[in-house]
């Protein structure tokens, strides 16, 4: 018999996700703050659960894509919280990206009252989730990583175990200060061919396949180029993760000049009113807000 699987977070990744879940034949059951973001997970089998107790209470592995370290400190320390409640044994996955602080501090009250707890966030944007091909990096205890690895299959492809809780928060930390400032520079090499005179589309085709290559390049620089900044991931949460980026290269005294700059333009870009466009949109210091 499969276990139970309970999802908290239906956004722009969590509802793909959940999705796969189901379709794999796996009993699902949701709790988003909206529950109008959870109707076509219950058109397509969901149960819904009206809080988080009541979900923890029912299910035999929790999932958790929520959206800032807060949200995941309420979900699972909260009044009615995921730790207090969740069944003995239960697999606790945190997907969200947060602190690796935080990730250990759900382990240890985790194992306080015998549940198993991992971090395990991913990159992929909305395509990944939607297509199932999703990156996770998993922090945590290896035999609770080897119990849910079916499950992250289900979402992933490359699916790599990190090491001890908050492993998978630092990996994340690495793909973003990569990504951060690649997005840059993906920016300005579209902005520099329309300036210049070039067609931005026939650039793509001869840099893509090149040392330039990059997954941002791919998928979002053809995003740019059409106008289109619906959010595949938030500028308010690539904000969120610099942030927390930025914190722990500061503990370990890691200077992070790039991650700075980018974070600085982000920034900019959110006082414009893009803090719930897609990190793509960026591309508007160029064109938009000289």
Not at 108 to 113: C, F, G, L, S
Not at 164 to 190: D, L, R, W
Not at 255 to 261: I, R
């Amino acid at each position: 018999m499969k276990k139970t699987i309970g999802f908290i977070g239906l956004g722009v990744m969590g509802n793909s996700m959940a999705s796969h879940i189901l379709q794999e034949g796996y009993p699902v059951v949701v709790y988003t703050r909206t529950k109008q973001k959870a109707d076509s997970l219950l058109e397509q089998g969901a149960e819904w659960k009206s809080s988080v107790k009541e979900l923890a209470e029912a299910a035999d592995v929790i999932i958790t894509m929520v959206g800032y370290p807060q949200d995941v400190e309420d979900v699972y320390f909260g009044s009615g919280g995921i730790i207090e409640n969740a069944k003995k044994g239960s697999y606790l996955i945190d997907m969200t990206t947060s602190k690796p602080s935080l990730a250990k501090k759900i382990e240890a009250a985790a194992k306080e009252r015998s549940l198993h707890a991992l971090d395990a966030p991913v990159s992929g944007g909305d395509i990944g989730a939607r297509n199932g091909t999703l990156a996770i990096m998993v922090g945590g205890e290896r035999k609770a990583y080897e119990e849910c690895l079916p499950i992250f299959q289900i979402m992933g492809e490359n699916i790599q175990y990190q090491g001890p809780a908050g492993s998978g928060q630092h990996t994340k930390m690495c793909n973003q200060i990569a990504i951060a400032a690649g997005m840059i520079g993906v920016a300005e090499a579209m902005a520099y061919a329309k300036t210049s005179g070039l067609d931005p589309e026939h650039v793509l085709k001869s840099i893509t396949t090149g040392a330039a290559g990059s997954w941002s390049l791919s998928n979002l620089a053809p995003r740019m180029l059409k106008g289109d900044f619906e959010p595949g991931f938030y500028v308010k949460h690539f904000i969120k993760d610099m942030g927390i980026a930025l914190e722990e290269a500061e503990l370990m005294g890691e200077k992070m000049p790039g991650l700075e700059l980018a974070k600085t333009l982000y920034d900019r870009l959110a006082e414009k009113g893009e803090e719930n466009s897609g990190t793509q949109s960026i591309y508007k210091l160029w064109t938009d807000y000289q």
